[in-house]
T-cell receptor
Framework: KAGVTQTPRYLIKTRGQQVTLSCSPI?????VSWYQQTPGQGLQFLFE???????NKGNFPGRFSGRQFSNSRSEMNVSTLELGDSALYLC????????????FGPGTRLTVT | AQSVTQPDIHITVSEGASLELRCNYS??????LFWYVQSPGQGLQLLLK??????LVQGIKGFEAEFKRSQSSFNLRKPSVHWSDAAEYFC????????????FGSGTRLSIRP
C-alpha cells in the first residue's frame, strides 16, 4: 500500500496570503489528522476529519481550517498568513475502528516571508 | 490535562552502546502511549505503542519500551544502537475518547558517536 502523501512538499508564501495544503491518506483510511511542527512549539494537533466531518479540533485560530472529501483526501487552508505560521505541516491517517495507530506523511514545509 | 515530558533534549551515545530515552506522562486514566521517530526532513514513523496488557512492548528496529504506571513513565530502550538510529524521538499520549488527538513530548535528539 502506498503511504500518506502530502503536496506540495515545500511552499514559500508572503505574509497576508493564503495557502492550501493537500493530504491523501492510505487507501482505506477514513480518519485524517493535521499537525503543525515548529521549533518553538513542537508538534501540535490542528484538527481531525472523519467521513468528511471535523471530529476533533486543537487550539488554533480560525485562520486554520480544513475539509475532507468523499474519497478521504483532505485539505488544510491557512488564511492571512503570518510569519509564525512557518512550520512543517504533517498529515496523518488511521483506519476506521479501534485502531489508534496513526501513519504520518512526509509533511509540507511552509515558509512565510 | 494530558502532558508528556521528555527531560532530555539531546543525547549522544556511542555506536554499539545501549540507549534509554526517558518519557513521563500526566494523565488521569491509563493512556495510549506511543514512541515515534523522525529523521531529518521526514515525517514521523511509529516505533511502538502501548494500549493495555503486557507492560513491556516490542517495536520495530529493535526498540522496546516499558510502561510503569507507578512512575507514569514509558521509557524507550535499545540494547545496541546503530549509526542509523540518529534521529529525533518523540513520546506521545492519546486518550480513548480522542484517539487522533495525540499529545507529543518536545522530543529527544539522538546523536551517535562513531
Amino acid at each position: 500500500k502506498a503511504g500518506v502523501t502530502q503536496t506540495p512538499r515545500y511552499l514559500i508564501k508572503t505574509r497576508g496570503q493564503q495557502v492550501t495544503l493537500s493530504c491523501s491518506p492510505i487507501s482505506g483510511h477514513r480518519s485524517v489528522s493535521w499537525y503543525q511542527q515548529t521549533p518553538g512549539q513542537g508538534l501540535q494537533f490542528l484538527f481531525e476529519y472523519f467521513s468528511e466531518t471535523q471530529r476533533n479540533k486543537g487550539n488554533f485560530p480560525g485562520r486554520f481550517s480544513g475539509r475532507q472529501f468523499s474519497n478521504s483526501r483532505s485539505e488544510m487552508n491557512v488564511s492571512t498568513l503570518e510569519l509564525g505560521d512557518s512550520a512543517l505541516y504533517l498529515c496523518a491517517s488511521r483506519p476506521a475502528g479501534e485502531s489508534y495507530e496513526q501513519y504520518f506523511g512526509p509533511g509540507t514545509r511552509l515558509t512565510v516571508t | 490535562a494530558q502532558s508528556v515530558t521528555q527531560p532530555d533534549i539531546h543525547i549522544t551515545v556511542s555506536e554499539g552502546a545501549s540507549l534509554e530515552l526517558r518519557c513521563n506522562y500526566s494523565y488521569g486514566a491509563t493512556p495510549y502511549l506511543f514512541w515515534y521517530v523522525q529523521s531529518p526532513g521526514q515525517g514521523l514513523q511509529l516505533l511502538l505503542k502501548y494500549f493495555s496488557g503486557d507492560t513491556l512492548v516490542q517495536g520495530i528496529k529493535g526498540f522496546e519500551a516499558e510502561f510503569k504506571r507507578s512512575q507514569s513513565s514509558f521509557n524507550l530502550r535499545k540494547p545496541s544502537v546503530h549509526w542509523s538510529d540518529a534521529a529525533e524521538y518523540f513520546c506521545a499520549v492519546a486518550s480513548y475518547s480522542s484517539a487522533s488527538k495525540i499529545i507529543f513530548g518536545s522530543g529527544t535528539r539522538l546523536s551517535i558517536r562513531p
